[in-house]
């Protein structure tokens, strides 16, 4: 920025920037990658998984032809972006799942890291694609809350969309407004599928399992109101 009282001397830095200001640039810092395009790393990390094998997810059964559909990456020292911008965070092996072009799932492969599956970007359904061809070939949909949960459905040849938290269902419902149109007069039916998760300290099994009601419940009204048949379907056992 020029000095005002002389624009001839060159730059200066302002002695007070107002609250408002600094507190809208820490939020914009914060955001971190959220409107980024990783379609060009996602090349470069999806050849990585070649050369590795896709070893990480054939260990969880899904075979390297699935992870070549969805463009599963590795990045054998990752470190999470807003970390690196950050100058924080430590550097580990991470299998990429990208979910769209500007956010993916980072999953650990390494089962002593605590930090198992951060998300970078905006959350996004995984795997919506499935319910345009599940409308074609009138099978369900399966709704389950992991993207690898979903691709090892679709493994087997079952459509299955990934919501990536049981707090995502309105990203979920989003998503499968904007897709409704094309959909036609067929419209697929669903299957919830929900984690079982362990009750969480302090947390006792029936509050986990109201918990866990209330999620089926909230997807299977909203699926109703929009035309669509939802059942609940057997919880799914967590897997490490």
Known sequence: MQDPKNPQKGTYKPLFVPKALEE???????QGTQNDDFTPLYTKWAEENERNGGKYLQGRGISIETQRRFKV????????????????????????????KESYLARATDPADTWRAPKVGHAHTFNMKAVSRAAKDTRPVYIVEGEIDAMSLEEIGAHAVGLGSKSYINVFFKALDALAPS???VYPSFIICPDYDPPKQGQTEE????????????????LSKRGFVAMPARPFPKIE
Do not use: D, M, Y
């Open 24 to 30: 809208a640039q820490a939020a914009k810092t914060a």
């Open 73 to 100: 990456g590795f990045v054998p020292s990752w470190k999470h972006p807003k970390n690196e911008a950050e100058g924080g965070g430590s550097f580990s092996p991470r299998c990429i799942i990208p979910t769209s």
């Open 183 to 185: 959909l036609g007069h």
């Open 207 to 222: 509050t986990k399992a109201a918990e866990r009601e209330k999620f089926i419940a909230e997807l299977g009204e909203g």
